[in-house]
């Protein structure tokens, strides 16, 4: 157990859909990224925020969007999704912002039809 | 941009026996991270390894050790003793230093034979 919590484990949407997609960081951890991985792929960056703000973003789509809360848990939110937006959805945590290894949630499986 | 090659996209081993897998990466840094993460059929991401670059000694967690040649820019993992457990997705992973995020590489899928 990694200490990284993510909601839900599991969605089924529709085409054109929104959802929200959870994270809560071990606790102590002020570094929250998201990563997407799609079937048999590697992991793509999409988003890292520290302690509030957003710091670094990488391949994520303007019908994207993530913040972090007050209380360091996270929301990915992902609207008018697509087909091709069905993948595993990772939520890492870390100490600080620039240094050593993160640790992953156990992903969101998003299924779009 | 730093990137990850793994070319290896599937191996396999005997059980028992010895395994390496095959990470090379690209950056013009000096300082930075490596990592090894696996990926079992639960689609947890569990870190194997790490290597910090400034170090010369290869870091050896239990069966897992590797081989880091940092003027090649290789980053090789020999799995020893090979066990139907270490069946799984291995991911190399690279993040410099003072920096945001890490990149991975495709992924190898290792299979363990009985």
């Known amino acids: 157990d990694s200490g990284v919590t993510q909601t839900p484990k599991h969605l089924i949407t529709a085409t054109g859909q929104r959802v929200t997609l959870r994270c809560s960081p071990r606790s102590g951890d002020l570094s929250v990224y998201w990563y997407q991985q799609s079937l048999d792929q590697g992991l793509q960056f999409l988003i890292q925020y520290y302690n509030g703000e957003e710091r670094a973003k990488g391949n994520i789509l303007e019908r994207f969007s993530a913040q972090q809360f007050p209380d360091l848990h996270s929301e990915l939110n992902l609207s008018s999704l697509e087909l091709g937006d069905s993948a595993l959805y990772f939520c890492?945590?870390?100490?600080?912002?620039?240094?050593?290894?993160?640790?992953f949630g156990e992903g969101s499986r998003l299924t779009v039809l | 941009a730093q990137t990850v090659t793994q070319s290896q996209p599937e191996m396999s081993v005997q059980e028992a026996e010895t395994v390496t897998l095959s990470c090379t990466y690209d950056t013009s840094e000096s300082d930075y991270y490596l990592f090894w993460y696996k990926q079992p059929p639960s689609r947890q991401m569990i870190l194997v390894i790490r290597q910090e670059a400034y170090k010369q000694q290869n870091a050896t967690e239990n069966r897992f050790s590797v081989n880091f040649q940092k003027a090649a820019k290789s980053f090789s993992l020999k799995i020893s003793d090979s066990q139907l457990g270490d069946a799984a997705m291995y991911f190399c992973a690279y993040r410099r230093t003072r920096s945001n995020d890490m990149r991975f590489g495709a992924g190898t899928r290792l299979t363990v034979k009985p």
């Open positions: 890492a945590s870390s100490v600080e912002s620039y240094t050593g290894e993160l640790f």
